[in-house]
């Protein structure tokens, strides 16, 4: 595994948090799971 460090503006944090709250999931899953679903669809979209 690798970590990556990113800064954000606080609203779009707490809105992440709010969003990962609200999925059950933590704020590295809900990240985890949208960079994941973006890079399938950049994959199907070259195909």
Request: net charge positive; hydrophobic share 30%.
């Amino acid at each position: 595994m690798k970590r990556i460090g990113i800064v954000l503006e606080e609203c779009l944090h707490h809105q992440i948090k709010l969003q990962a709250l609200n999925e059950g999931k933590t704020v590295k899953d809900y990240l985890t799971d949208l960079i994941r679903k973006d890079l399938e669809t950049k994959k199907e979209q070259t195909q």
